[in-house]
Nanobody, 122 residues
């Protein structure tokens, strides 16, 4: 089970830290990621992390502004989002998987959180 939190309303240029806490069979997880979905748009990959080793992956659209990290002791993955823009407005979802072939594809992830809304005002 995944529980996402930390979203909210922020002005352009601001920052937020999103959290995703896992429960259950967390020892079997291989990687976690954050996706986002804006109204009328497809779900978009924004960050990923391997839980063993901590390697991270980002699309070019957010590289340098978004940072994913994990605290294995707390079974929590974070997404620090900085220099927010109105186009970052979306529902942000965390996801987890026990195996992974390709980053960026939502079909690679079996477990999903409920989403947390991020709204950036101009």
């Amino acid at each position: 089970q995944l529980q996402a939190s930390g979203g909210g309303l922020v002005q352009a240029g601001g920052s937020l830290r999103l959290s995703c806490t896992t429960s259950g069979r967390t020892f079997s997880l291989y990687a976690m990621a954050w996706f986002r979905q804006a109204p009328g748009k497809e779900r978009e990959f924004v960050a990923g992390i391997k839980l063993n080793g901590g390697s991270t992956y980002y699309p070019d659209s957010v590289k340098g502004r978004f940072t994913i990290s994990r605290d294995n002791a707390k079974n929590t993955v974070y997404l620090q989002v900085n220099s927010l823009k109105p186009e970052d407005t979306a529902v942000y979802y965390c996801a987890a998987t026990q195996q992974l072939t390709t980053w960026g594809l939502d079909r690679e992830f079996k477990y999903w959180g409920q989403g947390t809304q991020v709204t950036v005002s101009s």
